[in-house]
């Protein structure tokens, strides 16, 4: 693809028109576009607004400076001035062009101010800071312009323009279709994982109402006495949220009676076995079936008899967003004090 570089062309205007249309020609032999605001004041704050705008966009800065400061803002910088500082501030590569002293110049496109000379020489002390040219004759500027911009654009080339007809080649084509594929790709994963997410959430949905459909009578003792303890009527799904917190990592059996019991009847419970072995094991049963816990994965030793158990993956799933579910679907969970149902057995 052919690049053609925008190219701002800097200067005071009135004496130096000649030279600024030599930049302006070289520019334009080298297929780049020149870009000038002589026609704009500085100070004027919309009119400054389309310049710093019209610098944004370039690709080089080329500054011609020969013996005048030009007008100056409000705050007495030149216009000139004005844009180079802007032009460094943005990092754009800058091209400086500043008469030889022993050239030839008429005295009337001379500073006779010497407040003003002061400020030019300041002002071209800042533009020596960086690379430049000399020059004396509008001809031979318009050589070093050529010979400059060509070093500019080897050593640093720009983003640049190009043709839309040359954007839209082969090579382009090739990789707007391998980024179509990939994005086809991707978006089909995305729907895939999308789907999965609905998916999983259906199934955590369809487990709560399981859970908040089915109801267990059991006793809870608070002495080794059976005929002490208090009837109680929960829904598995209360079971599961008072037990689950303790299989996050892994609980047992004797483990599991203990955690209902203490959410139902508090410190007070039979410390062997407050609910009994055998609605226990029914308990996890049916989480076991609706996969909800698995047995624990944990070493212990030999000679713990104890029966292990632990949440799987979907089983913290419903654990994290029991209460979201039950809340939208309009369920609440039982209290945990005794209701007007429990009886004293």
């Not at 059991?218 to 209360?238: A, E, P």
């Not at 079971?239 to 689950?244: D, M, P």
Request: some cysteine; overall charge neutral.
């Amino acid at each position: 693809m052919t690049k053609k570089y925008q190219i701002f062309v800097s200067s005071t205007y009135r004496d130096l028109e000649e030279e600024r249309q030599q930049v302006i020609k070289a520019i334009l032999e080298m297929g780049h576009i020149p870009v000038g605001m002589e026609m704009f004041s500085a100070a004027d704050e919309e009119q400054w607004q389309i310049i710093a705008k019209q610098i944004d966009e370039i690709d080089y800065y080329v500054i011609v400076v020969a013996h005048r400061y030009g007008s100056m803002t409000s705050d007495g910088t030149g216009y000139t001035e004005k844009e180079y500082d802007y032009a460094v501030s943005k990092g754009v590569p800058i091209l400086g062009f500043i008469i030889d002293d022993s050239a030839p110049w008429p005295r009337d496109k001379i500073e006779e101010d010497a407040k003003t000379r002061s400020k030019l020489n300041d002002f071209k002390s800042k533009i020596k800071g960086r690379l430049i040219q000399f020059w004396k004759t509008k001809e031979e500027l318009h050589s070093r312009v050529s010979i400059s911009l060509m070093k500019a654009i080897t050593t640093n080339p720009r983003t640049g323009w190009v043709r839309a007809d040359e954007v839209t080649g082969p090579e382009v084509m090739k990789e707007l279709t391998r980024l179509s594929g990939e994005n086809s790709k991707y978006r089909t994963q995305i729907e895939e994982l999308q789907r999965t997410a609905s998916e999983q959430k259906d199934e955590v949905r369809h487990i709560v109402r399981v859970l908040s459909n089915n109801s267990r009578i059991f006793n809870v003792r608070k002495t080794k006495d059976w005929s002490d303890g208090k009837k109680f009527t929960r829904t598995l799904g209360d079971a599961f949220q008072y037990c689950a917190p303790t299989l996050i990592n892994e609980n047992t059996n004797l483990g599991v009676s203990k955690s209902i019991a203490l959410k139902l009847a508090g410190n007070s419970y039979f410390q062997n076995w407050p609910i009994g072995t055998n609605i226990i094991s029914d308990m996890l049963a049916d989480f076991s079936s609706l996969d909800l816990i698995e047995p624990s994965k944990k070493k212990h030793s030999v000679k713990d008899t104890d029966e292990y158990w632990a949440l799987t993956k979907l089983g913290k799933q419903v654990l994290k967003e029991f209460r979201k579910v039950l809340l939208e679907e309009g369920l609440t969970p039982a209290p945990l004090e005794a209701n007007a149902e429990d009886s004293q057995n």
